[in-house]
């Protein structure tokens, strides 16, 4: 399984772009990068999930390099309700078991 | 996409006692698996439940602690056992439906919040 290293917290003003980097540098090929947010007692929620190069939905931007080695979560104009823990998993078709680093704690400040 | 309901979202549990956590699935799922979060703390995997065979145990948890029952392919529950409160998580289980890596994006149910006095 690719370990993942993103930075522990991170603040941020609302209304700004935040951008959280994940490094996962023994990607393997089949492994796809997925992004989960968690606010305090509850389950991990899906955000976005991507191979290569950029991928976009209704709430986040994900930013994948042509080498994989690291990945960018951006969220677009945050708010106080964005106050979560992020975290950055890589996984592939079969190693089915994710493995959860410590994430980024990021606080939306008003 | 699918959705697990997951009961009781939190318990207040005496010494000694256990606690028993369910999670049900709107569709069939290949695989389940529980989770524990210390405070403050990342998920670690306790299991990975088998649908009509023994659990496989994560290193640092056995069964006797943890008896985990999947009886069938949309239903799991979690025992915590003579819980102390070193016990005090948030349990949570997650299902992996078919398709490979790109069905990551299922599913957690919602947490159990177990608080052990």
């Known amino acids: 399984l690719a370990k993942t290293t993103q930075p522990i917290s991170m603040d941020s003003y609302e209304g700004q772009e935040v951008n959280i980097t994940c490094s996962h540098n023994n990607i393997a090929t089949n492994d796809y990068i997925t992004w989960y947010q968690q606010f305090p007692s509850q389950g991990p929620r899906f955000i976005i999930q991507g191979y290569k190069t950029k991928v976009t939905n209704e709430v986040a931007s994900l930013f994948i390099p042509a080498d994989r080695k690291s990945s960018t979560l951006s969220l677009p104009r945050v708010s106080l309700s964005d106050t979560a823990v992020y975290y950055c998993?890589?996984?592939?078709?079969?190693?089915?078991?994710?493995?959860f680093g410590k994430g980024t704690k990021l606080s939306v400040i008003p | 996409s699918a959705v697990i309901s997951q009961k009781p979202s939190r318990d207040i549990c005496q010494r000694g006692t256990s606690l028993t956590i369910q999670c049900q699935v709107d569709?069939?799922?290949?695989?389940m698996f529980w989770y524990r979060q210390q405070p403050g703390q990342s998920l670690t995997l306790i299991a990975t439940a088998n649908q009509g065979s023994e659990a496989t145990y994560e290193s640092g948890f056995v069964i006797d602690k943890f008896p985990i029952s999947r009886p069938n392919l949309t239903f799991s529950t979690l025992t915590v056992s003579n819980m102390s409160p070193e016990d005090s998580s948030i349990y949570l289980c997650?299902?992996?439906?078919?398709?490979?890596?790109?069905?990551?994006?299922?599913?957690f149910g919602s947490g159990t919040q177990l608080s052990v006095l």
């Open positions: 998993l890589v996984s592939g078709a079969g190693s089915y078991q994710l493995t």
């Open positions: 997650r299902g992996r439906g078919r398709g490979g890596a790109t069905n990551e994006k299922l599913f």
């Open positions: 569709s069939q799922v290949t695989m």
